[in-house]
């Protein structure tokens, strides 16, 4: 079997092609399974890239990212999320979604088995089976707080993902448990990917990087980029902070793979990390309005939902098979949403909501809900 064979398109991506089709033909549709904020790029960020563009910036960047941004993420992590490293232990990569592949490419070997905690995002499974790895779905306790990870665990068990605050169920995960997990990997001598891509976007509970927990900087590949942060995921910077050599691997196969990222939107990101953090603020509280709005109407309509602390992201039981939900409510009632079953088998009745659009569509999106569910119960 090739490695394409593999796999299978991302859930996400298809449920966005889908949706776009019905708007070509005029319909009234509603997309709340995108993956992205809805807010334009700051200004700021924008100008910084034209700037660059006019100074030349246009020529290959260093392979492992320009100094300046790698800099600028090294200070982040240091101040924000306790990490104590140089530029040598950052590469800049192709989005986060880059990081995660080449973090995995460079440190799972033929038959590794990568505990997956299940929900998961759709593009770990992938990344794990593309680097000829095994994916071992763990499932989350009913609260989706805690995984019994420890039985997992075997002779081939190489790596953990974690991903808080979490896609699809917007749980953030307590210092209690990031303690467990990185305790299970000192104990077992296995590495943790922890992808934090939605670190900003919290409204219950704290975020706590779990490389920088005793023991653990030398095992961690902490990911994040500024997709989500900056409203910027056209622009594909991401990163990965990782021991050196970790990251000589990675910085060697992206040399023969993409080189490096655009040069000047690594310009961009340097102009929105050093640069006025309000933007982030502003947009945060507006996915905070939205989240209240959207969760006060799911519970009058009686639907039972995962924590909803942080990233932009409701996850609820339909009570129904979602797969079937979610082909319904888009074709019927132009909603799209994203089934459970993309992010692992054990949530057949489960889908995942973005509110990644606006408070009229949200608005808009619970009244057809309820229609919906009038009609088929
Ligand atoms: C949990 C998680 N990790 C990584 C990514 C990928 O981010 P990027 O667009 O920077 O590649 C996403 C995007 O949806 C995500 O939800």
């Not at 394409?4 to 070509?24: C, G, H």
């Not at 950052?90 to 460079?106: E, W």
């Not at 943790?192 to 219950?204: A, Q």
Request: with cysteine.
């Amino acid at each position: 079997m090739s490695r394409a064979d593999l796999i299978k398109p991302s859930a996400t991506m298809a449920i966005s092609d889908k949706a776009k089709e019905l708007r070509k033909q005029g319909k009234p549709v509603i997309d709340m399974g995108v993956g992205e904020p809805d807010f334009t790029t700051p200004s700021h960020i924008v100008e910084a890239a034209c700037r660059a563009l006019k100074e030349g910036k246009t020529k290959y960047a260093p392979v492992q990212g320009i100094p300046e941004l790698r800099e600028a993420i090294a200070e982040k992590m240091r101040k924000e999320n306790g990490i104590d490293v140089q530029e040598n232990s950052v590469i800049v990569t192709a989005g986060a979604k880059y990081a995660i592949y080449l973090a995995m490419q460079a440190l799972i070997e033929q038959g590794d088995e990568v505990i997956l905690l299940e929900p998961a995002w759709v593009s770990y499974e992938a990344s794990v089976l593309l680097a000829g790895g095994k994916p071992v779905f763990v499932k989350h306790d009913d609260d989706f707080r805690d995984v019994n990870i420890e039985d997992q665990i075997t002779e081939k068990t190489k790596m953990i993902v974690v991903n808080s605050p979490n896609n699809p169920t917007g749980v953030v995960y307590s210092k209690e448990f990031l303690k467990k997990v990185a305790d299970l990997a000192i104990d077992h001598n296995l590495f943790v990917i922890s992808d934090e891509v939605y670190e900003k976007i919290i409204f219950e509970g704290k975020h706590r990087s779990i490389a920088s927990f005793d023991g653990m900087h030398s095992r961690t590949v902490t990911i994040n980029a500024l997709s989500k942060t900056y409203s910027m995921t056209g622009w594909r910077i991401g990163y990965a902070v990782a021991s050196d050599d970790v990251i000589t691997k990675m910085r060697k196969i992206q040399s023969h793979s993409t080189s490096s990222p655009t040069t000047f939107a690594q310009y961009a990101a340097v102009a929105a990390l050093k640069g006025d953090q309000k933007c982030v603020e502003d947009m945060v509280s507006e996915f905070g309005k939205r989240r209240d709005v959207l969760l006060k109407g799911l519970k009058k309509l009686g639907y039972r939902f995962a924590p909803p602390d942080g990233a932009f992201y409701v996850f609820m039981d339909t009570g129904i098979n979602g797969e079937e939900f979610s082909k319904r409510f888009l074709e019927e009632y132009y909603v799209a949403v994203t089934p459970g079953t993309g992010f692992g088998k054990s949530y057949p009745t489960w889908v995942r909501v973005s509110y990644a659009t606006s408070m009229e569509n949200i608005r808009d999106m619970l009244v057809r809900l309820e229609e919906f569910r009038n009609a088929y119960n």
